[in-house]
């Protein structure tokens, strides 16, 4: 997890209800001092010997409720979404293409716990998609399915915001005219967090429940089982098209929608939930007509 004031966050270890600050440890293993989780997951299996031998006992911790979380990574170097990756609640799955669709959103639209989503000005449609994010921990090209999970550092809850009318773009007109980037890549569009939970504390993904709420009304739910390709499928695939360094997040797609969507409005709270990862609530704000260039946040 990444925790402390804006601006001045640092990478820390959930302890029960505490919170354990990782800078002494990262400072004795020598490796990067970064404000969130990118340089904890380069010497994990350093940092993780001193854990498991109580090195935690002389760390600074404070209560969980008396800090601010933040997204446990900023600025990893790809984030890589998945179309259309989940069956129907019912166990069918039309249309399922030969090989993984991928898009990327760029580091830029990744907020934390609590961080307001912003609803761009020219769209007037904005749903969101609550994901299972794999986080990466080593690197890999061409990696086979049978090894990808030795590549897997853990998990977090991830909504991949989506705005469909600009994604569609033009493309009825010309399929050249689609505009993924764009629609999925606004800034805050990637609500990431609350925190990761490490692989080893995660005994079946296929039994993890993700939900999605809009206030308090349910809109998306459905079992990671119902993914058409495993984590270590897509993890094969990315590290194919792509490759994979440590701290790069895959987004493993989305439950199907039972109904039709509802877009996000100002004033709405997007709720992103898995069973045994945590939720992550994000505010909606549309974003001012007169907004002038400047920071996003």
Not at 141 to 153: G, L, Q, T
Request: aromatic share 4%.
């Amino acid at each position: 997890m990444a925790y402390g004031p804006p601006g001045d966050e640092e990478p820390g270890l959930l302890v029960g209800e505490d919170v354990v600050s990782l800078a002494p440890l990262l400072k004795q293993t020598g490796g990067p001092l970064c404000s969130d989780l990118s340089g904890a997951i380069q010497v994990w299996r350093s940092i993780e010997q001193k854990i498991r031998s109580d090195g935690l006992r002389h760390l600074p911790r404070l209560s969980r409720d008396a800090v601010r979380l933040a997204a446990p990574l900023r600025r990893p170097g790809k984030i890589v979404g998945v179309g259309s990756n989940y069956r129907s609640a019912d166990g069918t799955a039309p249309d399922i293409p030969a090989n993984s669709i991928l898009f990327l959103k760029p580091a830029s639209s990744i907020v934390g716990p609590g961080e307001a989503i912003m609803l761009p000005r020219e769209a007037m449609l904005v749903v969101g998609e609550v994901e299972l994010a794999i986080v990466i921990g080593k690197a890999a090209w061409r990696v086979s399915e049978s090894k990808a999970m030795d590549h897997v550092f853990g998990y977090m809850i991830a909504n991949d915001v989506t705005a469909p009318e600009v994604l569609l773009g033009e493309s009825r007109r010309n399929p050249l005219f689609l505009q993924a980037a764009r629609g999925k890549g606004y800034p805050t569009f990637c609500p990431l967090g609350p925190w990761i939970v490490t692989i080893d504390e995660v005994a079946d993904v296929g039994d993890l429940l993700l939900e999605q709420f809009v206030n308090d009304e349910v809109e998306l739910v459905g079992a990671a089982s119902l993914m058409v390709r495993s984590v270590a499928s897509l993890v094969h695939e990315v590290s194919e098209a792509f490759g994979l360094e440590a701290g790069d997040v895959i987004l493993s797609g989305s439950p199907r929608p039972s109904s039709a969507r509802r877009p996000l409005v100002h004033g709405d709270v997007l709720r992103s939930r898995i069973s045994g990862l945590g939720e992550l609530a994000n505010p909606v704000h549309r974003e001012p007509k007169d907004a002038t260039a400047g920071s996003q946040r």
